[in-house]
């Protein structure tokens, strides 16, 4: 790993937002689209809002006037509009091609074919130039900057399918019993269409009698084939095509063939189509997209008010000031500040940019080279989606899986995640050692104090999430909900806070929280509520208690907040905020839009900018989620076609027969197919699919649920820097104008502990803090601890194993400790990192090789396992202290030669 000790080069917006457009293959807008976008994304995120706060009943209560009921949707309602959101905007952001791919290729080769063989005047070759001219026109967007007319085409198909089922959900219901007949025809709802419909049937094509609601859900179907084939490429798309094709024909697999356990149940399309879009049971609004709905979105659009709030920039910041002098703190600065943005982003490839534009050009200037500085950057953002308690959205979907508690779930991931990232801190202090690579400037750095001052209240919400979900026990998209509005609460406050506002600022707020209170303690009803009372205009109701009454008001104090703040705001427009310091991306965008209004000095007014605030976040939450919320839609498929043909057992089973019965094998398949499936692809969708076809198996063969969930997961981000794919890795390298394959293969040696830890934790659930009682695994209480003989070997050995395994994983990767470690004792610090960490894998070796010769064996059992863990550890320490003699010696005989 080579060292560029010149300097830095920063990444400017233009340059982070054309990273993202080539990794991501997502478009930029300018004009109307752009706005067009915007609006629908911020409606999303409002929908999305609105699903946390009040679920799906949509009704408004007024003052003086009551309750206006609007409606309200069923479960498959709102899955429907929630994808079809998704649709919408995956068309207005993903290009149908660029004309690069390799059916574009080929047609682009008829044109000049056709000149050569007949000639430039030939009709056939003004035909063909003609409509190739036409397809250019209204498919290709060579630029990314265009919306074409395919691109609108597709968007008013998109909106049939979800508007048939939010308008006739009676007739949905009917088709559960009697399928499609009887249903109503093309004609009857496309009124308009009628003509075309009894001409094309007085021409022998019986289309007046296709019923509607099948053809609307097999272009729902199409529809998202399409939208993950621009968003996430060919291979997603092609494997849930064939599932479903395979749900049709799956039949016709020979039955006494190897592959004969995958033969199914003939099946009529009929049936498919209900299974796979009007039901919430299976297919595409089955369980992966009601956790998008209920869980997914919200968290997604917590992360962007948060980084938008300027959050993620202060993090940076304060990472800096605690490390940056450090020898090799940018680096270490990154591992930390891209961990936790990476948390809460759920996206490595955005996290990578946005947060490696600050930190790959420092690493850069202290002397890491590039390709290093982008893959600890990348390594780094990935691994946050492995960082409770957000996980990047992942760890509501393994609740949602597994039914477990989301505090047992953030409880299991951590000392996991720990590990992780002590491993990547322990690389980069042995790259900076190996290359005398030392900090930056204290003069240069931010200082740890001021920076905390200035922005320690970023950290309020992340503590509210954390007591919604574990203390006060609030179901989780109702904490998401809170959460946001705290955040909103808390960047409306900040705002408005200043020397002059402060004292009415503050004693406003506390009064209304009081009236409040009383309130509710009084007439049962908010403040407004009982002014009505006052005023005659209402029934007092009955007051509530004291705790009751407190938490009410408590509820509201958010909306308080924000109505104080921002009438402080509007009373004074021109007042600079102290503490105000938002993401570069709102300001940039506030002075856009004031710009084009032709008022450019409302950029520098509070409220304002308050509001480009909560607009941006919305926006930016909404195209975040658009590709997380296709994937989950299309990897629903997969699991709806395993439940429904009654493939499961026999995927089982041939699974099994595979592995051999081999819990190491099964883990192996399991680990290399979430590589493979986890390649370009979406974290949630990679974890959909392996669970379905995988978590069974794994959960047969003995491993704790929890712990064959997190495997998956861990194995699937892999995924993110593993070449030859390596999206994030790919994505560092940009930032880091760097080799991209020499780039993904220093971040998959740094992330290799990824694949180590989750073995570790599978063999060992203690790691993951779970006892086995009777047939389920729980997290670990203090009787647990007390319980010595079980405590000790069963947790604290495999824990301080993991650790160690760790830091002598990080010595076999770097090739460096006290001074340079040579090739054969790289290996033997790998062979002590496996002994600490998994001793079960030589053992299971082993025992698999004796069974071979027809020795029966029993071999992971804790008397061995504990014996290769201390023989692990007394090699690591042999080595260490070899390793630090030889430094000793190296830089007393460098002393010397220099004095």
Known sequence: ????????????????????????????????????????????????????????????????????????????????????????????????????????????????????????????????????????????????????????????????????????????????????????????????????????????????????????????????????????????????????????????????????????????????????????????????????????????????????????????????????????????????????????????????????????????????????????????????????????????????????????????????????????????????????????????????????????????????????????????????????????????????YDERSRIPLVGTIAALFVLQLLSYATVGGSFVDAVLVLAGLEAAGTGLGLEAAAYAAVSGLGTIVILVSVAVMLARPGTVPTLLELDDAVDESAERAASKVGRPQLARSRAYRFGAFVLKSMDSGARTATTVVIAVAAAGVIPGVISVSGLGPNLAALIDAVSGGSLLILLVLTGVASIIFGMGMPTTAMYIILIAMLGGPMEQAGTALLAAHLFVLYFGLMADVTPPVAVAAFAGAGVAKADELGTALIAFLLSLNKILVPFAFVFSPGILLLRERGNEWTILTAADVADLGFFVPDVVIPILGMFLGVYALGVTIIGYQYTSVGQLLRGAYAIASIFLMVPEIPLLILEGTLEAFGIPAYLAIFELTASLRLIGLVTLVALSTRNRTRGRTTEAAETAETA
């Not at 199409?222 to 479903?244: D, K, N, Q, Y």
């Not at 780094?380 to 949602?400: C, D, K, N, R, W």
């Not at 597994?402 to 996991?416: K, N, Q």
Request: no cysteine; aromatic share 12%; charged share 15%.
């Open 1 to 496: 790993m080579s060292v560029d000790t010149g300097g830095s080069d920063e990444l400017s917006e233009a340059e982070q937002e054309q990273i993202l457009q080539e990794v991501e293959r997502r478009r930029t807008l300018q004009g109307g689209a752009a706005v067009l976008v915007s609006l629908i994304g911020i409606t999303f995120s409002a929908f999305q809002m609105w699903i946390a706060a009040r679920s799906y009943i949509f009704e408004i209560t007024l003052p003086l006037y009551g309750t206006i009921d609007i409606g309200s949707l069923q479960l498959l309602q709102v899955g429907a509009i929630h994808v079809t959101f998704a649709l919408v905007l995956a068309f207005l952001l993903f290009p149908a091609s660029r004309g690069d791919g390799f059916v574009a290729r080929q047609l682009g080769r008829l044109e000049p074919a056709a000149r050569g063989q007949l000639g430039d005047e030939h009709p056939v070759t003004r035909g063909v130039s003609r409509a190739g001219g036409f397809v250019r026109w209204a498919a290709l967007d060579r630029q990314m900057n265009r919306v074409t007319p395919l691109d609108v085409l597709m968007i008013v198909l998109s909106v049939l399918p979800a508007h048939y089922i939010v308008t006739n959900y009676d007739e949905i219901r009917s088709i559960a019993v009697r399928r499609f007949e009887g249903t109503q025809g093309v004609g009857d709802v496309l009124w308009f269409l009628e003509p075309v419909v009894t001409g094309m049937a007085a021409l022998g094509i019986p289309i007046d009698e296709a019923s509607y609601a099948f053809w609307m859900g097999v272009l729902g179907l199409l529809l998202v084939l399409e939208a993950t084939r621009r968003t996430l490429g060919f291979i997603l798309m092609s494997l849930v095509g064939s599932f479903i094709v395979y749900a049709r024909w799956g039949y016709l697999v020979p039955r006494d063939s190897v592959i004969g356990p995958l033969a199914i149940q003939p099946e009529n399309w009929a049936n498919i189509v209900y299974n796979l879009w009007y039901t919430v049971q299976a297919g595409v609004f089955s369980t992966p997209v009601i956790v998008s709905v209920r869980y997914i979105y919200i968290f997604i659009l917590f992360g962007a008010f948060l980084e938008m709030s300027g959050a993620g920039k202060w993090f940076i910041d304060l990472a800096y000031a605690l490390t940056g002098t450090r020898r090799g703190g940018p680096a270490k600065a990154s591992v930390v500040s891209s961990g936790f943005m990476g948390m809460l982003s759920g996206s490595s490839i955005a996290n990578t940019v946005t947060t490696g534009a600050f930190t790959i050009p420092l690493m850069k200037r202290s002397g890491y080279s590039p390709e290093f500085a982008g893959a600890v950057e990348s390594s780094s953002s990935s691994g946050g989606q492995i960082l409770p308690p957000v996980m990047g959205a992942a760890a509501f979907l393994i609740v949602e899986y597994t039914g477990i508690p989301y505090a047992t779930v953030i409880i299991a991931a951590t000392l996991p995640a720990i590990a992780f990232f002590f491993g990547m801190w322990v690389m980069v202090h042995f790259e900076a050692v190996q290359h005398n690579i030392g900090g930056l400037p204290r003069d240069e750095l931010p200082e740890i104090r001021s920076r905390f001052r200035s922005g320690w209240f970023y950290l309020v919400p992340i503590v509210l999430l954390l007591y919604f979900l574990i203390i006060a026990r609030f179901s989780i998209p109702r904490a998401g909900w809170f959460t946001i509005v705290s955040v909103i609460a808390l960047i409306a406050f900040v705002a408005a």
